[in-house]
């Protein structure tokens, strides 16, 4: 039986992937939300997956454990970051619909220690993996 592909609706955790300059891939577990049809990820402004995504929009995800061990199949996409307002305002309300309190609890603290408004949110369209 071959592993499952990535399902962002359903999956806490996926590992996303990110492509340094000399094509290497790096990973790291995010939280993904939305649908139909882009997903949504956060994350702190000047991260480097927020810098490899700004050179290059080529991603990967897989659904993963939340230390980013890969459970199944990686599915191609294309990754953009997000600047409208509005946009990044249905980002977050995807964001707090499918996490809640941990949510919540992740958005009080990153304002206490005054960095929610350092964040970048990213806009992931996966490629239909049918051939």
Same mark, same amino acid.
């Given at each position: 039986m071959t592993p499952p592909l990535p399902n962002p609706a359903r999956?806490?955790?996926?590992?996303l992937a990110s492509f340094r300059r000399d094509g290497r891939e790096v990973r790291t577990p995010v939280w993904i939300a939305g649908g139909t049809p882009e997903f949504y990820v956060f994350s702190a402004g000047e991260a480097?997956?927020?810098?490899?995504?700004r050179r290059n929009p080529r991603v990967r995800i897989a659904t993963c454990n939340a230390r980013g061990g890969a459970l199944g199949d990686w599915q191609d996409g294309t990754a953009r970051i997000i600047e409208s307002p509005a946009e990044i305002?249905?980002?977050y309300e995807a964001l707090r619909k499918k996490y809640g309190t941990l949510m919540w609890l992740g958005d009080v603290l990153s304002k206490l220690v005054g960095r929610f408004?350092?964040?970048? &949110?990213?806009?992931? $369209? &996966?490629?239909?993996? $049918?051939?």
């Open positions: 999956d806490t955790y996926v590992s480097g997956k927020v810098k490899r995504i305002g249905l980002a408004h350092q964040r970048t &949110l990213i806009a992931i $369209r &996966l490629e239909d993996p $049918r051939p």
